[in-house]
Each structure stands twice: as C-alpha cells, then as structure tokens.
C-alpha cells in the first residue's frame, strides 16, 4: 500500500500530479508551518497538522484537486461559506485552486478558528 510507503511531506508532495497541485501543497504546508506550536505528522499517507491535537489535513483527490481539511469543521463558524462538508457530519474543506492566488486571507482566518477551537477541546 502506497500510504505505508509515505513518511515525510515531501514524498506525499513528490507523488502528487500535476505539477501545479505539488507547488500549492507545498506553500499551504508552509503557510500553516507559520503558526507557533503547529506540527505536521504523517498519518494515513497524508500530512496532518496538530497543535494540542490534530486540527487539519491537506488531502490530494482524485479528480486533481486539493482540499484543505478541517477535522471539526462542523463547529467552525464558516461565515464566508468556504467550508464545504460535502455530506459529511464533521470533517469539512477548503477546495484550493491550482491555478491563480491561493485564498490567503480567508485560509489564515479559518486557520484561527480551528486552532481557537482545537485549544477550547477537551482531551
């Protein structure tokens, strides 16, 4: 199975096509390395990020297109309506385009509320 073969975020990067979806992966894996106490571990073969716990994943769909997600999104306020749970309960993402700017702003907003949230959790 390819996911046990996968142990740092580069790999997971490396074998992501096209080419445009490594480099978007690659800047959001940067941008969320710039909030104080974030980790990445690898999980399932895909980079996860904690702070007390994990808060968000990036995952690489089949249809060539990058999600940015949120384990708890469905407490997540969501007010621009950029969070899509696609039919499911909890866990909800960012689609993030391949081509054009990456929407930074509204990223780091969402960032926030997850971390916010993530630090309010109980263990």
């Known amino acids: 199975m390819l996911s046990n073969l996968i142990q740092f975020p ?3 990067f490396w074998q ?5 979806l490594q480099e978007t992966a690659r ?3 940067a941008f969320i390395h710039t909030y104080a106490g ?10 996860f990020y904690y702070a007390r716990k994990r808060f968000t994943y990036l995952n690489a769909e089949r249809e060539g297109r990058l999600e940015l997600a949120f384990t708890h999104a469905h407490l997540l306020p969501n007010k621009k309506g950029m969070i899509d749970l696609r039919g499911r309960k ?3 993402g ?9 929407p930074w702003e509204e990223m780091d907003e969402i960032i926030q509320e997850a971390l916010t949230l993530d630090a309010s959790r109980k263990k």
Do not use: K, S, W
Request: aromatic fraction near 10%.
């Open 27 to 29: 800047q959001v894996h």
């Open 10 to 12: 580069e790999q997971f």
């Open 90 to 92: 909890q866990v909800g």
């Open 94 to 102: 960012l689609y993030l385009p391949l081509d054009g700017e990456l």
């Open 16 to 20: 992501l096509n096209p080419p445009a």
């Open 38 to 47: 974030v980790q990445c571990r690898m999980t399932y073969g895909i980079p």
